[in-house]
Every structure is written in structure tokens, then in C-alpha cells.
Nanobody, 126 residues
């Protein structure tokens, strides 16, 4: 049974930085996508950034130039968040799924991700 463990959330002022980490363990697939989603209460998950096992990254428009996703050989993914804004406040979730045609076409669509972490809260004050 695979597990995802997020860390690194917290509270910062606008313009600040945070780095989220997500450690994946127990997943048997060798080609995969890992992604970060965020969710406000009562709303669907919003894709923030994704990265494939071969390093191809995709970003949601509002975070381009501010957020950066990376992955290491140990299936640990990081989300570097710079110049944070109050509208970035949300619960952030790490997710992973085997690479298939659907997630390659829609890497920020939560529907195609099978495995989810518990989430970590990010709060940005103005």
C-alpha cells in the first residue's frame, strides 16, 4: 500500500516563501506523475503544478513564475513557492498516479490521480 506524506506548510506574510515536500513510498509504478493540488472548503481541487517521472513540469497559470516543482530520484517531490499571495491560501495536497494517456494529456486534472496525501495547510496573510 503506497503512502504520500506532505510537509512544509505554514503561515507567512504576502511576498514570503514556503517549500512543500512530499515523500512517496510503496508505489510499484516506475513511470508516473506527481502533482500538487490545492483546495478551499466547498470547492474542487485545483491543480497547481505537476511533474512527470522524466521531469516534464506543468503549472497552473496563476503560479507560473512564482512556484517551481521538482522531483528527486527517491520519488520525493518539492514545491517551492515564492512571492506568495493571500489567494494562495488553501490546503495543499500531494498526489501521484501511474503515467497513462489521460494524465499525460491533463496533468493538472485531479480526476486522473489515484493516490493522495493528507494535505498541509498554507496560509498567506496580507
Amino acid at each position: 500500500q503506497g503512502q504520500l506524506q506532505e510537509s512544509g506548510g505554514g503561515s507567512v506574510q504576502a511576498g514570503g516563501t514556503l517549500r512543500l515536500s512530499c515523500a512517496a513510498s510503496g508505489f510499484p509504478f516506475h513511470t508516473y506523475y506527481m502533482a500538487w493540488f490545492r483546495q478551499d472548503p466547498g470547492k474542487d481541487h485545483q491543480g497547481v503544478a505537476s511533474i512527470s517521472s522524466d521531469g516534464s513540469a506543468t503549472y497552473e497559470d496563476s503560479v507560473k513564475g512564482r512556484f517551481s516543482i521538482s522531483i528527486d530520484n527517491a520519488k520525493k517531490t518539492y514545491l517551492q513557492m515564492n512571492n506568495l499571495k493571500p489567494e494562495d491560501t488553501a490546503m495543499y495536497y500531494c498526489a501521484t498516479t501511474p503515467a497513462d494517456a489521460n494524465v499525460r494529456r491533463f496533468p493538472l486534472d485531479w480526476y486522473f490521480y489515484e493516490n493522495w496525501g493528507q494535505g498541509t495547510q498554507v496560509t498567506v496573510s496580507s
